[in-house]
């Protein structure tokens, strides 16, 4: 089996884990608060990255050098913020229509790219953000008279995480994906910990169990993640991450009854097929820029 092949097989698992554990996720966000839920997940993932980092080569200390000790911390309390907001939205408005949002992430990556990072977006990408844009547009329409404002609420999610995506690439370019991936779990986990106790829920037996197995998803879905990164760039692995919106759909109907409109396949159709272009093109212009700079 080539090291190619390996990735791809740790970046399906990793996605297939991901899927599971927003499932779960789901179901206790429906009886916990999520700010709770993601407080204790990320106790086991927090602890997680300080065992990798002590594994690594230097130890601890090693690992936890940055050049930039703000950003770091940033992006940390960015994805904690972000968890919360997915849980929620799994919660109140769907499985399926929220990975539907979502999957427009890659889309606000590349708007936000050119005021933060200066890159040049040219007819092609921009044809793309707009096409994008549109499939949003067709997720986010009322079927009814009204508006679902709760819908806001994953467009919010999105916005965030292509926040802390654009601080990862930022930090990328001083620090080692090691030691990004320590402050995401350590400062996430500190962040949990000083708001989290304050809605800290008695948990039924039962719900311990479906917790302790969130906490595992977890930690074995970040580590074959991991994995994938290291035999496969990000233009590799981006595409396969829209199979979460395949298994949220699937689970969202199959197990809590969720219903799939004409709008929300139509729309989630355009925005898969315009992230995916503008991953590609995002590595071929990067390609061709490294080219040049040889």
């Not at 789901?26 to 993932?45: E, G, N, S």
């Not at 007819?123 to 009814?144: D, N, Y």
């Not at 037996?205 to 917790?211: E, K, N, Q, S």
Request: proline share 3%.
């Amino acid at each position: 089996m080539t090291s190619k092949t390996q990735g791809y097989i740790f970046a399906l698992l990793a996605l297939t884990i991901f899927s599971l554990q927003d499932a779960i996720s789901k179901h206790l966000a429906t009886a916990y608060p999520p700010i709770f839920v993601t407080m204790i997940r990320y106790w086991a993932f927090a602890l997680f990255t300080i065992i990798l980092a002590s594994k690594m080569r230097g130890g601890l200390k090693a690992t936890a050098r940055t050049k930039r000790p703000f950003l770091q911390v940033t992006r940390g309390v960015l994805l904690a913020v972000q968890v919360v907001l997915a849980i929620t939205c799994f919660a109140v408005i769907g499985l399926a229509r929220s990975q539907a949002i979502f999957s427009a992430t890659p889309i606000l990556i590349a708007l936000l790219a050119m005021p933060i990072l200066g890159e040049r977006v040219g007819w092609r990408r921009w044809a793309a953000i707009g096409a994008g844009l549109f499939g949003v547009l067709l997720i986010l329409k009322p079927e009814g008279e009204f508006f679902d404002v709760k819908l806001l609420l994953a467009v919010i999610s999105c916005f965030n995480f292509a926040f802390y995506v654009i601080a990862t690439r930022l930090v990328s370019r001083d620090d080692s994906s090691m030691t990004s991936f320590f402050y995401t779990g350590v400062v996430g986990g500190v962040t949990m910990t000083l708001v989290g106790p304050f809605y800290w829920s008695w948990m039924a037996p039962g719900d311990w169990g479906w917790m302790a197995l969130v906490c595992m998803t977890s930690i074995s879905s970040h580590y074959f993640l991991i994995r994938a990164y290291d035999v496969l760039d990000a233009a590799a692995v981006q595409p396969l991450t829209y199979l979460s919106l395949v298994y949220a759909s699937i689970i969202g109907m199959v197990i809590y009854g969720e219903t799939l409109s004409f709008n929300m396949i139509v729309g989630s159709a355009i925005v898969v097929a315009a992230g995916i272009f503008t991953v590609w093109r995002e590595h071929v212009v990067g390609r061709r820029a490294a080219a040049a700079a040889n």
